[in-house]
């Protein structure tokens, strides 16, 4: 009777153990489906600024090991040359305007990304992953919206752009509070060293990986540079053929080998999917010390190629095809949606704008962009551009332009002059630069074209045409 008894219970206790391993295996991630993710995000790099891209004022070794063990993407876009605006599209898979974030946020500025929107880190943590963001934030300055509050474990940065309190004494009259860097939602220094941003933010990054080695997690590296004012460590000052801009993008460079280094230490290569692109094109403003666009027209703060297209490199060792060149366009928007098909997450509540392109990143046969169109807008909410397929409709709109003749030197501001642009239609395939306006040769596309950017018009508005969007929705204000 007490063996009887005896062997009851041990069936009793094999079947809860069975049982806690079956429930342990539908809430715990299976590492080889729910990689962890590595994303690397500049600010103001130019599609021209890496060697792989064709850049030769500086060498960046790391960067084009990268794409040559991953894939490289020559025709991705951020959806507007705009800090605040691109970094809200990146993390919540919405155009910008969508959520109410436009332009680039100011230290005085009363707006910030609303908490009821769903970041891509909050998507990931129900997923079981350990969440980080290093770097800049610019997604509003009050306490409560730091990365912390909005689905990252950690925070270590700036909370705006590392131009936004003056180096001169003489300009800091006026209300901006000196530049904070942040350690959770406190200020842990006021006017940091920003020569040493590079290096810590990279240490924190290094550390966070060896901490979470045996879980799934995801670190969002958001370097400040290499925004103006420029800083270089004296290890890197002076090192490249490109001034000072060179020397702090073979310092990013070597930020990206020693993460790639630790992957590899760690033996954690295999299961990690690592993104490196920038929030918009390069402020060429600044001449020197701005970056290069390549080929393409425009910089930052223009919808034109130069200022919206970017580069894009992503590497996940036997899942994203090596050594591939892929010309099909792509956008940050897509990237929350499509991390969180590949984790097994579910989306956001609210309607986002990007889509799964998973099958186009993995170049599966036959795959196509689930978009009819790509839209960019700028200022506060003015749609001034289209791209669908090979084609580009830019809208008439005033442009900022800079011509050399009046860029900056040596870190000085140049002079900006707006212009008026007319309705134009390119064929990006045959014409990156933007030089030909096939319009008037090409009616049935150009009428295509418009008509996209009509739907664009009915869901987000239009303020150059008096439109106001059915689906957009409010930042998070004060008073």
Known sequence: MHLLRFGILIRAALWLAWGGLLAAATTTPDRRSTPNIVLVLCDDLGWGDLGCFGARGQRTPNLDRLARAGSRFTSFYVSQAVCSASRASLLTGCYANRIGIHGALMPDSRVALNPAETTLAEVLKTRGYATACFGKWHLGRP???LPIHQGFDEYFGLPYSNDMWPLNPAARAGSYPPLPLIEGDRVVEEQPDQSQLTRRYTDRAVQFIEHHRDQPFFLYLAHS???????????????????????????IDGSVGRILETLRRLRLENDTLVIFTSDNGPWQLYG?????????????????????????LIRWPGRIPRGRTSDEPLMTIDLLPTLARLTGAALPERPIDGRDVWPLLQSVPGATNPHAAYGFWYNQNELHAVRSGDWKLVLPHRAVLFPTAQQGHGGARGTAEARQVELALYDLAHDPGETRNLAANNPEILDRMLSHAEDFRGELGDSLTQRQGRGNRAPAQWK
């Open 143 to 145: 306490a409560e919206y």
């Open 288 to 312: 020197d010390h701005g970056g290069s666009a390549g080929p393409l027209r425009g910089a930052k703060a223009a919808a034109f190629e130069g200022g919206v297209r970017v580069p894009f």
């Open 225 to 251: 540079m290499p925004h103006v004012p420029l800083f270089a460590s004296a290890r890197y000052r002076g090192r490249s053929r490109g001034g000072l801009y060179g020397d702090v993008i073979e310092e």
